[in-house]
């Protein structure tokens, strides 16, 4: 009876650790893709259209917008690290840029992460790591540069960081912003 627990326990360990992975899935032109579509009752398309923009500008600052032709959707450009090593001594093993659109109607939106692209990086003559100049490989071109385990680990932290975004972005749209309260000042120096 033991064994069986401690096999089932392990089994759906086994599964968690790769659900990650299964976020991503492949769109019409065979490159990964995070997409989501989301009802929002009750907000217009203007309001959840300023949202998306604070939500991007409090929480992903360093992300690129790009002019959209349609002043209602979002494009834009980002990039996370990757880590890689021992949980003591973890180091960025590179980056991975991705396309962020968010496309707005009434009381729904839908956003998707693509063209994600793996720049591995180098430690240079000072011991920093550093993009090497050059080597952009696309994820879904990665299983012929590197190992197998490299890869599922550059995919589950792809899958991750898609994940929070979508929760992230989710949340800030949903919660009503808060007004802040005028203070009252007292003038002393004039009666």
Known sequence: ?????????????GKVTFAQQDLLSFDEHNKYIYYQVADVPGLSVDTLHTRGINFLKAYYPKIKLK???????IAAEGKFLSYGGTSVLKHEKGEVTFTLNIEFKDQKYRFWLTDFVFTPYQRDRYGNFVPQQGIDIPLENAASKFEKKDVDAYLDETGAFC???????KQFILNVPKKEEVVKKVVTDKW
């Open 1 to 13: 009876m033991k064994i069986t627990i401690v096999a089932l326990i392990c089994i759906l360990f």
């Open 67 to 73: 002019p959209v032709a349609d002043g209602k959707n």
């Open 163 to 169: 994940k929070q975004f979508g929760d992230r972005l």
